[in-house]
């Protein structure tokens, strides 16, 4: 798999740029709880009072607090006590509680100094308790209770003075140590509250604080979810406009990776000889080529997204649940993310050896398909349509019991963990209830622990999709990358020498012989015979006796195993393939034709030929009478593999592409086969003027089509069993004549010599 990620390198700044934009996203996404959190306790609890310490407040105010403290010059070093407004920061706070048009009287207000975090810390340390100590005894059912406590100390003639003051003026007149006495039954419980509480306690009081100054505490709270709001709509958006980005780049990089892997494959297929050609079928070329490739692209679509993002989002919500200010359901997520990955081994560890299956069943049943509509015609005449939907059958339900086993397996993982995400609020919800009603927790923190529970839940759940694809795309890589390393048997030296001018057109088989890859006899042995330029050499030989072999060793289809194949005095292995192929104009047993015109056909060699070379090309094949009577000539269009004409009109088609590229050396493997007699002897005779000074190669199983041969080479289960021309024969090689005689009459034979 690392091998065909490392063709992600043409796309290196794609890819760089996807990862910002995942480490963006994944930030944003995890500071959306935060804001939730912020909205619910802040802006709805606590009135959008952000601190349990005021930031402005009057004097009255300031000294009823500075009561519960011992030491008052710990809290006003973080005041200014202001009669105007005398610094930006000043009446920047002004503004936001009382509105630009305030007249500040003289010391009349307690502005809060521009603080940093941590003096607001410290300040919040010394100062919550006193604010705490100072709601307690003003609130009204507390202050009676005070009150009545005091007044059971106090003599009868001085209650009706008391009963008169409120609880600030009575405590204000008492004796430290007796004011400590009546205090500590109503606020010895305020050091052992939780820090929340405090602070929820201390906001409330601070929002108080506020409403006696005349601040619009309605307006203050809906600024604050309004801003806030907005914020967290903007952090929604960097998240939303990074995942679209996301996307679309990661489809550009998937892409062009498809399209680097197809090349890279096509271009190692167009290197292969015969031999590699039929290591790897045709179907499976094909399904390597698009459905493997295509397995690949779907992964690295969401691979970075995996990869990057996931641990991002699982890590960053841990380490936030873990340092929040309760983390006492943290075992929660130890318990979401056990249960998950229990969940997702058990289904992979009876999904997987399927997954490793299904690929070669693709390619099983694009095998039996492209077998079964290439030979329609034949199952047909044979009346075997039945027998071939029954392999195609067994084929298709193979796949498919595997793909159903599959996707059965699979389609269990998604409701599993959506039960365990569902039953993961549940249990949120309820111990979360519990602490909210202790005072331990704030409604804001558990909604926002539950979102960073399924931000980290929904992690795994996509490391666990991603894992769906892996096995598959792994098995795909695994495939291309079979292809993409096979080298070729037969290469170009890396010193290559030039053909020689003085010995042009002609071929050499010296000693050759030939086997098969991984077969254990000999095909060819020991072939020995020349072909001369102005010569027409002939092969024949019996059904399988190695006649298209010897010809396609000459292009180096294949290498010759023994002895030495030479063309223009040069062993063929010592010159480019590209040279020697483009000395040999090649017809092969089978006519092909490519989807185009018949134009684009006969031109295929060099498509800016000239028009009467073309014409004068098919005129030589004996293709002009048919062309002529097409509608649109030469621009007629050829379907895919000529499937719109005759077997010989394709024929004579190949040949005059061959005739076209006016080659040194021609070969005709078994090309006059689709043709009637008259035709064949009509191609022959303008083919002779043509290749004059050319070597002809000639394969046949007619015997009319080799007679006025210069030289016949007859084979027999790969050996040369005679050579000679055709009287020659008949008169010396038994092999020879027995073909001759089982075609022509002896009268035929003599009249045609």
Not at 145 to 153: A, D, P, R, T, V
Not at 595 to 609: F, Q
Request: proline share 3%.
């Amino acid at each position: 798999m690392l091998k065909v990620l490392k063709n992600l390198k043409k796309s290196i700044g794609a890819v760089i740029i996807i990862v910002i934009l995942l480490c963006i996203q994944a930030a944003a996404d995890l500071a959306l709880p935060d804001y939730t959190s912020k909205i619910v306790n802040t802006g709805i609890q606590a009135g959008g009072i952000e601190n349990g310490v005021p930031e402005i407040i009057s004097k009255e105010n300031m000294d009823q607090i500075l009561f519960f403290t011992d030491n008052p010059e710990e809290i006003l070093n973080y005041y200014e006590l202001v009669g105007n407004r005398e610094t930006k920061h000043q009446e920047k706070v002004i503004d936001k509680y009382l509105g630009k048009d305030y007249e500040v009287s003289e010391d009349e207000i307690y502005v809060q100094k521009d603080l940093d975090e941590e003096e607001l810390q410290a300040l919040e340390d010394v100062m919550v308790t006193p604010i705490m100590e100072l709601r307690v005894v003003t609130n009204e059912e507390t202050a009676n209770q005070i009150k009545s406590n005091i007044l059971e100390n106090v003599p009868e003639s001085q209650k009706s003075y008391i009963e008169n003051m409120g609880v600030l003026e009575i405590l204000e007149t008492l004796p430290e140590e007796q004011k400590s006495q009546v205090l500590e039954k109503f606020t010895s419980s305020i050091d052992n509250m939780a820090d929340s509480i405090k602070e929820q306690a201390a906001q409330a009081e601070v929002k108080n604080i506020y409403k006696n100054l005349g601040v619009d505490t309605d307006k203050l709270q809906n600024d604050y979810i309004f801003i806030t709001g907005l914020q967290m709509l903007g952090v929604a958006l960097v998240s939303m406009v990074s995942a679209v980005s996301i996307m679309f780049l990661s489809s550009k990089v998937a892409a062009k990776l498809g399209k680097t892997l197809r090349e890279k494959v096509f271009k190692k297929v167009m290197t292969f000889s015969n031999a590699e050609l039929n290591k790897f079928s045709t179907a499976s070329l094909i399904t390597r080529s698009t459905n493997d490739v295509q397995q690949i692209q779907m992964l690295i679509t969401l691979l970075f997204r995996v990869v990057v993002y996931a641990p991002i989002i699982g890590i960053g919500g841990f380490v936030k649940v873990l340092t929040s200010a309760d983390n006492s359901m943290a075992w929660i997520i130890g318990v979401a993310i056990l249960a998950i990955l229990f969940i997702v081994g058990t289904l992979f560890a009876v999904a997987m050896p399927r997954f490793r299956k299904l690929q070669d069943l693709i390619d099983k049943l694009n095998e039996v398909s492209r077998e079964i509509l290439t030979g329609l015609p034949v199952i047909r005449a044979f009346n075997k349509e039945k027998k071939e939907e029954e392999r195609f059958d067994k084929a298709n339900k193979d796949l498919m019991k595997t793909n159903v086993f599959v996707n059965r397996a699979m389609s269990m993982m998604m409701p599993l963990l959506m039960f365990i995400m569902n039953t993961i609020t549940i249990m949120i919800v309820w111990f979360g209830g519990h602490n909210v009603d202790q005072g331990i927790m704030q409604v804001g923190d558990m909604m926002a622990f539950i979102q960073y529970t399924m931000q980290i839940v929904m992690a795994f759940l996509m490391i666990s999709m991603i894992s769906i694809m892996l096995p598959r795309a792994a098995v795909s890589a695994r495939r291309i990358n079979e292809v993409v390393e096979t080298e070729p048997s037969i290469k170009d030296k890396k010193e290559l020498k030039s053909f020689d001018e003085n010995k042009k057109g002609l071929v050499e088989f010296k000693n050759v012989s030939f086997r098969y890859p991984d077969a254990d006899t000999e095909i060819l042995e020991d072939i020995n015979f020349t072909a001369e330029p102005g010569k027409t050499t002939a092969i024949i030989g019996s059904t399988g006796s190695g006649k298209s072999t010897v010809v396609n060793l000459i292009p180096r289809f294949y290498d010759v195993t023994e002895g030495e194949l030479c063309v223009d005095g040069v062993n063929v292995k010592d010159v480019s393939q590209e040279a020697l192929r483009d000395i040999i104009g090649y017809v092969p047993q089978k006519g092909v034709l490519f989807s185009g015109t018949i134009e684009s056909n006969i031109k295929y060699s060099d498509e800016s030929m000239p028009d009467e070379r073309m014409e004068q090309a098919a005129d030589i094949a004996q293709a002009t009478e048919f062309i002529n009577e097409k509608e649109l000539k030469y621009k007629d269009p050829i379907a895919q593999g000529g499937g719109n004409v005759s077997g010989g009109q394709k024929q004579r088609l190949s040949i005059a592409r061959a005739i076209a590229k006016d080659p040194e050396i021609f070969i005709f493997d078994d090309s006059f086969s689709a043709l009637d007699f008259k035709t064949d002897s009509k191609l022959r005779e303008a083919l002779a003027t043509k290749t004059k000074n050319k070597t002809v190669i000639i394969v046949a199983q007619r015997i009319s089509t080799i007679m006025n041969a210069d030289k016949i080479i007859v084979l027999e289960e790969g050996k040369m069993v005679g050579i000679g021309t055709h009287e020659e024969l008949m008169e010396n090689n038994e092999t020879y004549r027995q073909i001759a005689l089982s075609q022509l009459s002896e009268s035929e034979l003599g009249k045609e010599g």
